[in-house]
């Protein structure tokens, strides 16, 4: 399995400012992704970190409101811009082995006022 | 379009299977089907995965049917602390990569 850390947990944050949340893998891997969890909900794919390159973002995601950087294998960044009440949600960070499992972090609880 | 369709909710007394349905009836020949569960506050956890033979792992016992349609998630003995959303995903074509989907999974509560 594969550790991964997820910096920060939670963070309440004011309306209009930006957070960069930070992803940490404890050894190389070849996907990562981003999602969302909107209180009560499901989770939803925002976008896969493609090592240095731009990362690819799902329906209904933009890179100016979720810019991604992933500057190696081991690590990425996901930025929540301009945020809004409505970007309150669990962003989580996810790697996947190459059978094709994916980890986890514990996410990143974010409450915007 | 997660491509599984779960029940919303079950339970399930403590110490009897639980069994966890999942559709999955346009599923091509070569994907897998994977189960994931998070319990409240924390991140999803993976379970166990199968493409057409039955599995068995310390923590479950998957079932896939021949025609692959639909399987289900056995866990033998459910304790209090398997009270989780289960989630059954296939990966869906997206951008030329097939990613994985969440749909609504399924809220199982394990009772005393």
């Known amino acids: 399995s594969a550790v991964i850390s997820q910096k920060p947990s939670r963070d309440i944050c004011q309306r209009g400012t930006s957070l960069t949340i930070q992803c940490q893998v404890d050894?190389?891997?070849?996907?990562m992704f981003w999602y969302r969890q909107q209180p009560g909900q499901s989770l939803t794919l925002i976008a896969t970190?493609?090592?240095?390159?731009?990362?690819?973002?799902e329906s209904g995601f933009v890179i100016d409101k979720f810019p991604i950087s992933r500057p190696n294998l081991t690590f990425s960044t996901l930025t929540v811009s301009n945020m809004s009440p409505e970007d309150s949600s669990i962003y989580l960070c996810?790697?996947?082995?190459?059978?094709?499992?994916?980890?986890f972090g514990e996410g990143s609880r974010l409450t915007v006022l | 379009d997660a491509k599984t369709t779960q029940p919303p909710s079950m339970d399930c007394a403590e110490g009897r299977a639980a069994n966890l349905p999942c559709n999955h009836s346009?599923?091509?020949?070569?994907?897998?089907v994977y189960w994931y569960r998070q319990i409240h506050s924390q991140g999803p956890q993976y379970i166990i995965h199968g493409l057409k033979n039955n599995e068995t792992n310390e923590m479950a016992s998957l079932i896939i049917t021949e025609d692959r349609k639909s399987s289900t998630l056995i866990l033998p003995h459910a304790t209090l602390r398997d009270t989780a959303v289960y989630y059954c995903?296939?990966?869906?074509?997206?951008?030329?990569?097939?990613?994985?989907?969440f749909g609504r999974g399924t809220s199982l509560i394990v009772h005393p």
């Open positions: 970190a493609n090592q240095g390159s731009e990362a690819t973002y």
């Open positions: 050894s190389q891997v070849t996907m």
């Open positions: 995903i296939v990966r869906v074509p997206s951008g030329g990569s097939y990613i994985p989907t």
């Open positions: 346009t599923i091509s020949g070569n994907e897998y």
């Open positions: 996810s790697v996947e082995r190459y059978t094709g499992e994916l980890f």
